[in-house]
């Protein structure tokens, strides 16, 4: 048995590779993979702008203060040092303080220092404020924390920062603000904060609704169960639930509620999830719960299982739930809470998505023909323990090798979900 899951794996492994070089795969209007993305079109912040339009530590954005970490403190292994040479430090302490931050922190800012050198060749990015250590700063600061900083470009040009800015939010940064005529502020989620836990999944009390019958918890899926989903072109299927790509029974997350008006339904996904929305002549566009505004229009089941119905978004906030499922069917799609939703996340193609767990799909196929699905041998969700499914962890390396981190939504392996 073990050589089988072996052979198998190494099977489907050659075989995501074969899926994932040809550029005519992708399946419908959407883009080839071999194609190169159009530049996004990046508009300035304006001067006293922050995205996201919330507070800095609110849910929504960098979260709560946590305590100020002093250099004898416990937390003071959570900073590392920055020594990128694309990168000026101000350090006008001459103590390094500026250079020190968390690793998200760190993380964003290499990546600001990339699309810095990008936009103005010869420019380099330059940080006036890090780890504040000397108490410079108003009460609560997240540099207290080194997960704030102050930023500029080398060259000062003022005329620059509003781009800055928007470029900083591209980079991932959980909050940018333009502060001030002389900088930029961004900031950063806590590395241990449930606003950091994002990925691409489902609250397990989100319900499916059962080709026998009723509807099911996400977290109470098993093998044999057909769920309600949508196939290509948009019709009402019953598809079979294959796995959980990532499984948390009782861990603590962030989703986005995206709530509709006639009739009220309220979806609750993680960030990096996608849903799809009606947008005029591509009527399935597959789009990141955290780009969901009100005023677009979701799919939802009309009664009795009539079809699908496009309706508006009302509001979308933040919820704190128990549980992170992220369920895959063989059709690649389900209705939760009677909303259409993809079964994939992290990357805003669904098509690739769907063509890359075709490896997968097929393996359960072949499965299934040689071993009954109530059999004790069949890899269903109750065998399955917590964690991200091998497969997706492949994929996640694979998609940022292929395609680069920068097309992968930040938030989509944050805390290595699928």
């Known amino acids: 048995m073990d050589e089988m899951l072996l052979l198998t794996r190494i099977l489907l492994v050659g075989s995501i590779c074969a899926l994932m070089v040809p550029s005519g795969l992708a399946c419908g209007p959407g883009r080839g993979i071999g194609k190169r993305r159009h530049p996004k079109k990046l508009t300035p912040l304006a001067y006293k702008q922050f995205i996201p339009n919330v507070a800095e530590k609110t849910l929504g954005a960098s979260g709560r203060y946590e305590g100020k970490i002093t250099r004898n403190s416990e937390r003071f292994k959570e900073l590392t040092p920055n020594y990128n040479p694309d990168i000026i430090f101000k350090d006008e302490e001459n103590t390094g303080a500026d250079r020190l931050m968390t690793q998200r922190c760190k993380d964003k800012l290499n ?24 108490g410079h700063h108003s009460e609560e600061s997240l540099h207290y924390e080194g997960r704030a900083v102050d930023i500029t470009t080398s060259d000062r040009d003022r005329s620059k920062y509003g781009m800055l800015a928007r470029l900083a939010v591209e980079a991932g940064f959980d909050w940018v603000y333009y502060e001030s005529k002389a900088h930029i502020h961004c900031s950063v989620k806590a590395e241990n904060s449930v606003a950091a836990k994002s990925g691409g999944c489902f609250p397990g009390l989100a319900t499916v609704t059962l080709e026998a019958g009723g509807t099911k918890a996400v977290k109470d899926l098993r093998a044999g169960d057909r769920v309600l989903a949508a196939d290509e072109r948009g019709r009402l299927v019953y598809s079979d639930f294959l796995l959980f790509l990532d499984k948390e029974e009782a861990s603590r997350r962030v989703f986005y509620v995206i709530e509709t008006s006639r009739p009220v339904q309220r979806l609750r996904l993680s960030a990096a999830h996608l849903l799809f929305v009606a947008n005029g002549s591509a009527p399935f566009h597959a789009l990141y719960a955290s780009d969901v505004r009100p005023g677009h229009r979701v799919y939802v089941a009309e009664q009795e299982g009539a079809g699908l119905k496009a309706v508006t978004v009302q509001r979308v906030y933040l919820r704190e739930f128990t549980g992170a499922y992220a369920p895959v069917t063989a059709h690649g799609t389900l209705l939760i809470d009677r909303v259409l939703a993809s079964c994939y996340a992290v990357i805003e193609e669904h098509s690739w998505a769907h063509w890359a767990f075709a490896p997968l799909r097929l393996g359960y196929w072949l499965w299934s023909l040689v071993v009954p699905k109530d059999c004790d041998l069949w890899p269903g969700a109750a065998s399955q323990g917590d964690g991200i499914h091998w497969y997706s962890r492949v994929l996640y390396q694979l998609g940022s090798w292929v395609l680069g981190r920068d097309t992968l939504h930040p938030l989509g392996m944050a805390t290595k979900c699928s």
């Open 111 to 134: 990546a600001l220092a990339i699309s810095v050198m990008n936009q103005w060749p010869g420019v380099k990015l330059r940080v006036t404020e890090g780890w504040d250590e000397d």
